[in-house]
């Protein structure tokens, strides 16, 4: 694992939000060498729940759904983003809180 990580920090203008908390909690720390993210890292990494991560994703039109080739059914494809379009989401969206 690489020891250079890149930290963004993003400035909260979560109106909703009443606590002071709230205004310091967008800071991701991702590993700078890391291009593409599952939507299970992108949620872990930002706060974002899997369900909204992907109506994020499809009414924002970011990332890309990858179908798995032979997959049975169930499964309808799993969300890949890129590493600036984690931090467009995490910019875009609140930490979930429920
Ligand atoms: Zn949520």
Not at 30 to 46: G, H, N, Y
């Amino acid at each position: 694992m690489e020891g250079k990580l890149l930290k963004v920090l993003v400035g909260s203008a979560d109106h909703q939000s009443g606590s002071v908390i709230g205004r310091i909690k967008n800071l991701v720390t991702i590993p700078s060498t890391q291009k593409l993210f599952t939507e299970d890292e992108v949620s872990r990494l930002t706060g974002i729940c899997l369900e909204h991560l992907r109506s994020l994703a499809q009414t924002k039109h970011i990332g890309s759904l990858i179908r798995a080739a032979g997959a049975a059914g169930a499964e309808a494809g799993k969300w890949l983003f890129t590493n600036s379009e984690l931090m467009i989401l995490n910019v875009l969206c609140p930490r979930c809180d429920h």
